[in-house]
């Protein structure tokens, strides 16, 4: 079993830059995707970014591409998400997870073991 836990969220002025983190305990994290996703207030939660085991793939959802840039250090245990030109709409908690398929997934049905999230709030 993965244990992740979220930090680095915090309040930003828009167009700042924020760098998430998510730390995992247990040997076997470098053998999972990871993927990040969010909820705002009211909202579904939705898929941002994905990182394969290894590192070598990535995947976006289109209003974060060019944005956000997902990276992880598997002998740290930990996956990053470094937000740049942060908009009032990137507003939410954020949240981790471990990949249950092979693939990369935006499907939230397709990640195990959340995190407890970090809340980011972007103002205007």
Do not use: H
Not at 13 to 25: I, Q
Not at 89 to 114: F, H, M
């Amino acid at each position: 079993q993965v244990q992740l836990v979220e930090s680095g969220g915090g309040l930003v002025l828009a167009g700042g830059s924020l760098r998430l983190s998510c730390a995992a305990s247990g040997r076997t994290f470098s053998r999972y995707g990871i993927g990040w996703f969010r909820q705002a207030p009211g909202k579904e939660r939705e898929f941002a970014a994905a990182i394969s085991w290894n590192g070598d793939s990535t995947y976006y959802r289109d209003s974060v591409k060019g944005r956000f840039t997902i990276s992880r250090e598997n002998a740290k245990n930990t996956v990053y998400l470094e937000m740049n030109s942060l908009k009032p709409e990137d507003t939410a908690v954020y949240y981790c997870a471990t990949a249950a398929t092979i693939g990369l997934s935006p499907r939230k049905d397709d990640y195990r073991n959340w995190g407890q999230g970090t809340q980011v709030t972007v103002s205007s």
